[in-house]
Each structure stands twice: as C-alpha cells, then as structure tokens.
C-alpha cells in the first residue's frame, strides 16, 4: 500500500499497539530480560522484520507436568536443575539393559535436537493459557472420535499405509504444523518476507508455507489441505496469521477440521521471534487454548529435508506386520 | 454489470429504440455499456474477476512497458510462473506419443513439442545414448515423477504446475506447487554444497538485469522429463533469469556434465506469469497417491 494515508495510519498503530503490548500482562511477564524498548528493524517496505532461520529446540513441555501443578515459573535454580533432569530423560543411551531394550532403543542423544534449554521465561508450560498450563477437556464429540481412532489404531495398526502417521508415511510432520511445537530434531523453521508475503518453510519436511498479506478472502470452504489456508495481517509490530481449511488428517492433539488458527509472530529482540498461538475449535475443545515460544535464532543455515524419497522405514514397518501375520498363521497351523 | 444499463438514460441515438436499425442498435448498446462501465468505475461498484471475486481498487494497475525494480534497482522476479512449453513430457522436439498406459487414452498421451533445447540435440557419450533409450522403454517404472520424487534442477522449473519466486536481498527463494518442492537460493555464497540433494544447492548473483544461479550439489536420481534423458551427480547446471515484460521472463540453463554428456548444451523458455487476481499455489502433496505403487505389494488384503 504506497498510498500516504495509509502510512500515517500505520504509524498511527504502531504507537498505540507499543502501548498496548506493554500492558498486555502474560506478554510482559514472558520477558523476563524485559527489553520493552527494543526497537525492531524494519524491511524496505516498512515492516518489523521478523526474517532468519529461527529454532523452537526448547525443552520445556507443552503442557504443565502434573507434579508441577500451580507452579507457573521455575525459579533460577530450580531451571537448572529441571533442565539436567530432563536432558539425561532425554538421553536413553544407557545400554546396561537386556539386548531387547537395546535395539528398542533406537534414539538417544546423537540423533536428539530437542535443545537444552527451557524458555528463556522460566514457564513450566508453554500453554499460557488456561492458567492451569494444560489442553482444554475435549468436547464429547472429540472425546468419541479420539477413541474411535485410537481403537480402530489397535484393529488396523498397519493393514495398509494409510494406517500409520502422517510423519511415518513422509507426509507431514504434525509438529511443523500449523501450527508449529518443538519436535525430536530439525526444530528449524526459515522466515523470509516481502511486501505481499510471508513465506515459512519448515525444515522438516520441507513444507512452504505462503501467506499473503494483501487481505484476499480465505480459500473456497470446500478445499481442504493439511497446511490449511493462511492469511496474514499486520497489528502493529505483530505479524498476525489466520489459518483455517484443515482436514480430518492432522488430528492436532484432538482438533476438528474446523480449528481456526491464529498465530502470532513479534521480534522481541535481535534473536528472539516470540511465537504464539492459539486454537479456536469448539467442536473439539471446551475453551481456547494459547501457546507462547520464544523461538531463537538458528545457528548456520537449513538444508533439504528429502522424507519420501528415502523412506525404507515404512516398507520396513509393512512388510514387519506382514511377517507377523505369517508367523502367527503358522503358528495355529502347528508343527505339521 | 448487466443490472446497469436499463438505469442509465439513453443518449440521444437510442431514442425510439425500436425504430433503429440493427447497426444503430448496436452503437447505441456500445455506447450504454461504456457509460455503465464509466459510471460505475466513479462509484467504484464492484469490479469482478472471472470468478465474480471482487478485485480491490486498491491495486494499481502496472503500466504496461515498466518492470517493476525494487529498492536495490534489480529487477523484482517475485510472483506466480508458469512455463506452457509442455517440455516436461520431453525436452527435445516431439511428435505426439501414445500413452504409458493404455487405459489412459487419450488422457495419459504426451502432447506434441518443439523442446527447449538449442540445436534440438542432447549431446550423450554414446553409453548414455543407450542408457536414456532403456529409460524411455522403462519409463513407469523409472521416471522419478512417477513415485512423487523431487524433480531437481531444471526440470522443475518447466513442470506442468506453477512455481513462485519471493526475492530479498539475502535469499531468492523459490516454492514449487508439485510435491511441495522448495529451493533456496544463496545470494551470499555460504560455500560449497555439504552433502548431495535432491534440488541441489544454488547460489545467486546479479549480472546487470538477469538473476544468475548457479546449481551444484544434485544427486543422480532425477530426470530431464519424462522421456528418459537424465544426468549423474556431476551436473552443474548455470541458469539465468531474465524479464522481458511485466509478465513473462526467459529461464535458460546452461547443462554440463562431463560423465553423461560430450560437451555442454542449453535450454531456454519463456515462463508466464499467472495474473489472475487472487492465483495461489496450492497443495499438491502427491505421496498419497504414490503409495499404491510403492507399497501396495504389502497390503494386508490387496485393493481390489
């Protein structure tokens, strides 16, 4: 928009939005380097630029442990040693076991990514709201349809490859989303921004996303993808982005295909994007939920994350059932 | 827009309508139109796309001689292209050919081509001449499109589905509606490529007007097209960029690779820019419809 009206009204939001962002209380409380003057830079165009390779490897849970219930923060001490206890969690590399649980125990800390470090916040959840840190209760009718699904799981675990992951299948990796949590490694995500787009490709797998920020309407509602439809805006400092168009597929922690998506992006420092979102879907959940994760500037660059074009694991898990089957008519047959 | 025109008065020529002859009719109809279309251009009634999708007035419209620059003075690349040179079927000159599969028909035949190569002649060592005929024969088994594979450098720039360009300073990037493929492109030389990949590892710089990439690093598992040709992971693929209209650039890539072919060869096409108002890329994620092919042979019951 080159028109000079509307740049006044933009600045114009800018200072009220700045104002508004200082009395926003969970946002305030999120900083605890509270920088609340940095000065974000700006893109030709005159937007915060909110570009780079950005990580969200934090350790941190999505939702508030149990035993931690009523704790909101930890304090210094207390983050270091959640962060020791939770890094040799991570770590199953203890091979003083049976040589079952050995080869069960494919992954340990050579393959892991998931960082070191939980939110620079000190938050024992990264869901800020309910106050309690954890998922909303799911509606009945979502109750019903995650133990539809979970029971037909155990009948049909691997009948064909319809039947496993999304992420197993290399089709989509459900933490990369929308929207986007912290997952085992390739916790990378690059940002890059014009003046009509905003482009984030996830890592892992290599999933574009394109939002357009010229206030066209959302895709026609009988087009579905497992990405959505975005549709970006700015308030302020803060890139915001509406998602909806889900399908049945991505099962986002018991979500419907009608969540509605709204993500927040707002550079808080040099090397901090704090990311935020929260779910609207009361077909699936009593309330809304909101997610806040400081994601930090990446270390190097990101590279191809080429899934499907080397995924053995999935005829191996295949033809694995396959065998099974062959082994257990065989075995009611007897030795004959 | 119809609605309009009984609203407007009639100029004097269209008095006693039913008088006139069929020619006088028609100006006078002319003339209607243009007054509704200048008429509701003033109150800014609704403009409408193809679709009847209201088109924003606050778009200008991009005077038809001007490429648009960015702050840097190069030339913005950014937007929605599509090649229509049908090249991805096979990139040298082509008769029609019948369908891979027979059930098909005419749905699965390739359309005819004049190709995009210079000379119209890929220059194989003699071994790889036989290998790319193998190929050919072998084609629904082996072509890499097939399975939902990345398509590698060039061949995903003249596919049959858009691609889109957002060009910063640091990085061009390019995002492909097939398979969800994506490119970054280096406008800051980070070295040499770490590790082959299947869309390679592409570094940029500006001559004058044209973006030129050059693209190392590419494994051996892609194709030219469909038809076979292909490379092995000594391909070094120099490409450039360069608008000629608002609308349309010339993509040409210089192909060397010293193990396949005997010397170096070019190919060159126009790619279109797509200007329908609200065009976007949408998600093609075509491993699903791959997977009868690469584990139906496990099923538990086979589909019938």
Redesign the interface.
Known sequence: ??RPMLISLDHMVNTVAAMLLVAVPHLVQAQSTDDSNYVVPLT?DGHPDL?GIWSNAVITPLQRPLELAGKAFLSEEEAEEYEQARVAANNMDDRNVDSDTDVRRAYNHFWWDRGTNIVVTRRTSLIVDPADGRIPPLTAAAQRRAEERAEYGRLHP?????DRPLME????LNSAGPPMLPSAYNNNY?L???S??I?I?NEMI???R?I?L????Q?PAN?R???GSSRGHWEGDTLVVETTNFTNKTNFRGASENMHLTERFTRVDDDILMYEFTVNDPEAFELPWTVQIPSVRADG????Y?C??GNEG??GV??G??NE?ALAREAQQGPN | MAFILPMFPHPGICAHFKELTFDQRSKCLHIRIEFAVLFSLMLGLCACDGAN?PV?N?R?LIESDQIVR??DGRPKL?GIWQSLAGANWDIRAHAAASPVLDELGALGAAPPGLGIIEDNEIPYQSWAAEQQSENFANRLSLDPEVK???PGVPRANYMDQPF?I???T??V?I?YQYA???R?I?MND?GPS??D???GWSIGHWEGDTLVVEVTGQND?TWFDRAGNFHSNALHVVERYTMMSPNHLIYEAEIEDPEVFTRSWKISLPLYRRVE??V????F?C??FA?EI??GD????PVE
Not at chain 1, 214 to 217: A, C, E, K, L, Q
């Open positions: 928009m080159n030709p570009q691997a009948d064909g490859p319809e299948r290399c089709i989509h690059h890059v921004q014009t009509d787009y482009l490709i290599h999933d574009a394109i357009p010229d206030g066209r309407p895709l087009i993808q497992l990405l660059l990101m590279y191809e080429a499907h074009e999935l005829r295949l033809a059932a396959r089957e | 999708n924003s606050d200008q960015g702050a950014d939902c594979y990345l889109q957002f060009q910063t640091d990085f990037m995002t969800g493929a994506v970054t280096h980070p770490p590790a990949s299947w869309m598992q108002e609200t976007q890329l949408m998600n994620k491993v699903e997977e690469l584990y496990l099923r538990k019951q």
